[in-house]
């Protein structure tokens, strides 16, 4: 299958299959289609008036200001899933699998969505009260305070989701192959990263897809190999992978996107600041509340939130592609094996069903990685190494 030409290897990615090419038409369908019901459902809710009458059985039946917020944002919840229910079935369940990439069962679908769910209520009892509370007290300055405390969210869910969120849904554990844990070991210590970094993650009883990532901040900072991935490359392969999630690590890319993440939190709180008066002026008489400190206006952030987002991603994307190309690098300097590298993105390509040449719009909106292409591309033509030890 693989070709070795030149210098730098020369690996070539074979024929793209109609497979592929059908789960990538029909994928950029239904990413419109996700965004559209994203805008559209908290809209929804605004426009029918549905959140202000949420809002006043939550008032009333709640027995404090926290009581009818936690009413109101169980029972919009529910509601909320319920309505988004077949689409995310679809996304998750059955598209998946129609296209042999998941081996989940229905049941074992259901219990993964209701663990989100579940985690989804607790986060939102836990700190949407925080953003009210703002809201009331300082009616100028809530944006600011606002974004501060998204911020400090945001740091303590980076720093708890490998030991408190993941193995919720999954088993971690150390590396089973003793030996291949060894080589990515030696690996780690010439990129200076401390043992006990590495990680296994049962994958391969719920799907076919190969996948490998830093997660993690500080203490719980670590390197998380799918199972899959460990079964199905070789391990020069693998070793280039890990080498790239080293890139990752020790190149501090947690902490470039916390900083990114931070600034675009501040940034979007303040639009939504400069929005959201604006809109309930224009719509209050459809909405059916009159201040932004009432819990009914809960779906106009969503959706002012959404459509910052959505409006953002290219330019965060863009930052995503930029530390995926430094960390390709990084993994072909640390392990100088061009061949493999290039390899471990041909079966990346070909077990992930991944077009490797998206059109212009999946890149610029939607893609969080170099296309494919372009990495192989990389790979065949970087490799300053190998001309420092051969001088002409
Ligand atoms: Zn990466």
Not at 129 to 138: D, E, R
Not at 238 to 262: N, Q
Not at 263 to 279: A, D, E, K, V
Not at 367 to 390: A, G, I, M
Request: with cysteine.
């Amino acid at each position: 299958m693989f070709e070795i030409l030149g210098q730098c290897a020369h690996v070539q990615i074979p024929e793209v299959s109609e497979e592929t090419l059908r789960f990538y038409r029909s994928g950029t369908i239904l990413w419109v289609v996700q965004q559209i019901w994203s805008l559209f459902l908290p809209w929804l809710f605004l426009m029918t008036g549905w959140s202000a009458k949420l809002g006043s059985f939550a008032e009333k039946k709640g027995k404090c200001w926290y009581g009818s917020i936690v009413l109101y944002l169980l029972s919009f919840l529910a509601l909320y899933q319920l309505f988004s229910l077949p689409l995310w079935m679809y996304s998750g369940y059955f598209r998946p699998r129609s296209y042999g990439l998941s081996l989940q069962s229905l049941s074992q679908w259901f219990v993964h969505y209701g663990k989100g769910v579940f985690l989804l209520a607790i986060m939102a009892l836990a700190f949407v009260w925080i953003f009210y509370a703002l809201l009331k007290k300082s009616p100028k300055r809530w944006w600011f305070y606002g974004s501060l405390a998204g911020i400090a969210i945001g740091f303590f869910m980076m720093i708890v989701q490998p030991i408190w969120i993941d193995p919720l849904f999954n088993d971690f554990g150390p590396m089973k192959d003793k030996e291949l844990e060894q080589q990515i070991l030696t690996l780690a210590s010439q990129a200076g990263i401390d043992q006990g970094r590495i990680y296994e993650v049962n994958k391969s009883q719920e799907t076919k897809m190969l996948n490998a990532y830093v997660v993690g901040f500080g203490h719980t900072k670590r390197i998380v190999l799918w199972d899959t991935l460990i079964q199905e490359m070789s391990t020069p392969q693998i070793l280039f992978v890990v080498g790239h999630e080293m890139g990752h690590y020790v190149l501090h890319h947690m902490w470039w996107s916390f900083c990114y993440f931070s600034f675009l939190t501040l940034l979007i709180f303040y639009m939504i600041y400069r929005c959201s008066p604006w809109l309930l002026r224009r719509f209050q008489s459809r909405f059916g509340f009159f201040h932004l400190s009432s819990i009914a206006s809960l779906p106009l952030f969503l959706f002012l939130f959404t459509f910052l987002s959505l409006a953002t991603d290219p330019l965060s994307l863009f930052i995503s592609r930029v530390m995926e190309r430094q960390a390709d690098r990084f993994g072909l300097d640390m392990t100088h094996d061009n061949q493999a590298a290039g390899e471990a993105f041909v079966i990346l390509q070909q077990k992930n069903l991944a077009n490797p040449r998206p059109d212009k719009f999946t890149i610029f909106w939607r893609s969080s990685h170099p296309s494919l292409q372009e990495r192989v591309d990389f790979t065949n033509s970087y490799c300053p190494y190998n001309l420092k030890s051969s001088p002409k």
